[in-house]
């Protein structure tokens, strides 16, 4: 058996899912280092860790350590961190764009007043959304880094 990991340079838009190399958290990592220049230590994480109360709640225990604050309403680069499906944990992330959903060099092909929402969900392609609705309902944290601009 052998494993394989995705390295360099990916577009944001329509890379596949894997979990722990391509992820919500990694597509979230990937525009902070291109959008403003914030790198991120890479850590292991096991597929399913929300799953179980027993395990960490990787988002919520460990925001602050990586530079992000809490805050009540999102700005461009803040990220949004939801609870999706069941779970024990929230387990999701996205970067939230405003009524801005471009990506330099990347054709988002979204339109529309927004907000816009870069995500990666589990085993799809990642994805600009409209945040609203559903995504908003499923909304725990909105974190903001302190080099936000």
Request: with cysteine.
């Amino acid at each position: 058996m052998r494993t394989i990991t995705p390295t360099g340079s990916t577009p944001l838009l329509k890379r596949p899912f894997v979990h722990g190399a391509w992820d919500c958290w990694q597509v979230c990592a990937d525009w902070y280092a291109r959008e403003w220049g914030v790198e991120f230590e890479t850590f292991q994480r096991d597929d399913g860790w929300w799953e179980s109360a027993e395990n960490a709640s990787l988002y919520e225990q460990h925001y602050e350590a990586a530079g992000f604050v809490r805050v009540d309403r999102p700005q461009r680069g803040d990220m949004i961190v939801m609870q999706v499906g069941r779970t024990a944990h929230p387990n999701h992330a996205g970067i939230y764009l405003g009524t801005d959903p471009s990506l330099p060099g990347e054709d988002s092909g979204v339109f529309g007043p927004g907000p816009f929402l870069l995500h990666h969900l589990y085993g799809r392609p990642s994805e600009i959304i409209v945040y609203g609705g559903p995504w908003h309902d499923r909304t725990r944290l909105i974190l903001r880094h302190k080099h936000a601009r």
